[in-house]
């Protein structure tokens, strides 16, 4: 089974706990998730450390996040931060030159 969620337009400090927490309730219905990430037009490093955090939380839990979708500021934060691998699904890596 596959939990599908929709990140809201702003990711940031302030929106971060919040988030992290929603996603935490996420990690507890023991599916896989994905997140689209196609709405967000703020993201900064707070928003950037709930997705990387999601990602690790789930994989330590034996779980799969697909991050889909990410919006041109998410591609844009991801480049400028070198965290396209982090962030960004792999189709996205090659376009990046990151695709190792």
Known sequence: MTLSLVA???QTIYQAAQWRADL???LRSEEDIVLDLSTIEELDCAGAQVLIWLRREA???GRKVDLR???RCVR???LLM???RELLP???NEETGDGS
């Open 90 to 92: 792999a189709a996205d």
């Open 59 to 61: 994989e330590r839990r």
């Open 8 to 10: 809201g337009h702003e």
């Open 24 to 26: 935490e309730q996420a």
């Open 82 to 84: 070198g965290l396209q």
């Open 76 to 78: 844009e934060f991801a």
């Open 69 to 71: 979708d990410p919006s």
